[in-house]
């Protein structure tokens, strides 16, 4: 099985920045994208950003500009460094990877970013 460990949640006030970790262990598939979601209350998940193998990126147009995804691959781990943080990006932060078959999709636990003065 793989496991997702996600880190670096919090609360910060309106400006300020956050860095998130994930990482995977256990029997990883080989990854082809890694990703941040978040979904906050009463509202859809919502896809923030994603890094492919490849290098690609794609950010929500609601982050752009403020947030960055990296991945270390031989850490298996992405990161999203969260700058200028704005009290709408309050919201549970999960990762998740996709394996290059259908169906090698793994969800972290999510972790809680609050951003209030």
């Known amino acids: 099985q793989v496991q997702l460990v996600e880190s670096g949640g919090g609360s910060v006030q309106p400006g300020g920045s956050l860095r998130l970790s994930c990482a995977a262990s256990g029997r990883i598939f080989a990854i082809y994208a890694m990703g941040w979601h978040r979904q906050a209350p009463g509202k859809q998940r919502e896809l923030v950003a994603i890094?492919?193998?490849?290098?690609?990126?794609n950010y929500a147009d609601s982050v752009k500009g403020r947030f960055t995804i990296s991945r270390d691959n031989s850490k298996n781990t992405a990161y999203l460094q969260m700058n200028s943080l704005k009290p709408e990006d309050t919201a549970v932060y999960y990762c998740?990877?996709?394996?290059?078959?259908?169906?090698?999709?793994?969800w972290g636990q999510g972790t809680q970013v609050t951003v209030s003065s």
């Open positions: 998740r990877i996709q394996g290059y078959d259908v169906g090698e999709s793994v």
């Open positions: 890094t492919t193998s490849g290098g690609t990126t």
